[in-house]
């Protein structure tokens, strides 16, 4: 399976949430990263106390999972703003998505997003 990995889901998976190291294990064939989701990371570190201790581990996670590291160009960006345009049609907010990615009935279960829905959009 296809997994593009978001800030939170990262930051599960360095705190050990099983449901979630268990879930990447399993179907994380294929794990995607975000440069806007490292920049964020990044900034969490550089916030924090041991900086260098995290952003080892994050890369240590790049390099032993085979994580892609997805750029973001005009075309990435484009395609984000038709996203958030629809979300916005259809009553979502930003918000609202980041506590569902947070929310437990979200994650991995019977609700998660999958790739038919994300084409939905």
Do not use: C
């Amino acid at each position: 399976m296809k997994l593009v990995l978001d800030t939170n889901i990262y930051s599960d998976y360095a705190e050990g949430l099983p449901e979630t190291v268990d879930f990447l294990a399993t179907h994380g064939e294929y794990l995607y990263l975000p440069s806007i989701v490292i920049g964020e990371l990044n900034f969490g570190f550089m916030k924090g106390n041991r900086q260098q201790f995290n952003e080892r581990k994050l890369l240590q996670f790049i390099n032993r999972l085979k994580v892609q590291i997805i750029d973001v160009d005009g075309d990435v960006a484009r395609k984000y703003a038709i996203i958030l345009l629809s979300l916005q049609k259809r009553g979502l907010k930003y918000q609202s998505m980041m506590y569902g990615s947070r929310h437990p009935a979200w994650k991995w279960g019977e609700r998660s997003l999958q790739e038919t829905d994300i084409s939905r959009l």
